[in-house]
């Protein structure tokens, strides 16, 4: 649908799901509407909120996303959405190095062997839950620079992730940050119990940098 352009990596994985999600939608337009004024309408709406995404977009960008008019059906979806992977932004690569330097009092804390299973573009964190500890721990890109935090993380039942703002399985998450010289207070809120469910469902870091803002030291 699109040629491979040569050009850098300037979708974020966030902004990627966004315009999964609207691709999404604008098939299902074509599959339930009928009115070819009400499809018109959908389909230069849809470019339109994927090219707001994007304040500062090149011309080459602007050629990349434009396809998005051109679909109907979900094979041109598919092809759309793989092609645009090529240009999202991975998630810093994490080692053992960089949790020990995150999270220097957790000692022996361990990657999840599930990493190796992780698709490094379609994060926009990272986060496991490590039984020996009985914690949750958070690895976040803020501002450019990684963030570690961790925390108790007690499962519920259905409710809103904090995160990501999806109807899923939550847990409250709760750090003991500095509130003082020499006080600390807990804080947090529910939160996705699958991390990788939640990063599927963030189409905006909005909610993910206000939770940060609330639990980091």
């Not at 994007?54 to 092609?83: C, G, H, M, W």
């Not at 690895?139 to 809103?160: A, H, P």
């Not at 940050?177 to 909005?206: A, F, H, M, P, W």
Request: proline residues 3%.
């Amino acid at each position: 649908m699109t040629s491979h352009l040569k050009i850098e990596t300037f979708i974020r994985s966030d902004q990627y799901q966004f315009i999964k999600f609207q691709v999404k939608n604008l098939v299902h337009a074509y599959n339930t509407v009928k009115d070819p004024n009400v499809l018109k309408a959908v389909k230069f709406g849809t470019l339109d909120k994927i090219l707001e995404l994007f304040p500062e977009i090149t011309e080459q960008q602007r050629l990349l996303l434009s396809p998005v008019t051109e679909i109907k059906e979900d094979s041109q979806a598919n092809q759309y959405v793989n092609e645009l992977k090529d240009y999202v932004i991975p998630f810093k690569t994490i080692t053992e190095k960089t949790v020990s330097k995150l999270f220097p009092k957790a000692k022996k804390l361990k990657l999840p062997s599930s990493l190796k299973e992780v698709n490094f573009k379609e994060i926009s964190y990272l986060g496991w839950y490590d039984i020996r500890s009985e914690k949750k721990f958070l690895i976040f890109d803020y501002k450019g620079k990684l963030i570690g935090i961790n925390g108790t993380f007690r499962q519920s039942t259905k409710g809103i992730c904090a995160l990501c703002n999806g109807h899923e399985e939550v847990g409250l998450f709760m750090a003991n940050v500095k509130s003082g010289k020499e006080t600390y207070t807990n804080r947090g809120n529910y939160i996705c119990t699958d991390s990788l469910t939640c990063n599927q469902n963030l189409r905006s870091l909005d909610k993910l940098e206000q939770f940060v803002e609330l639990v980091k030291k």
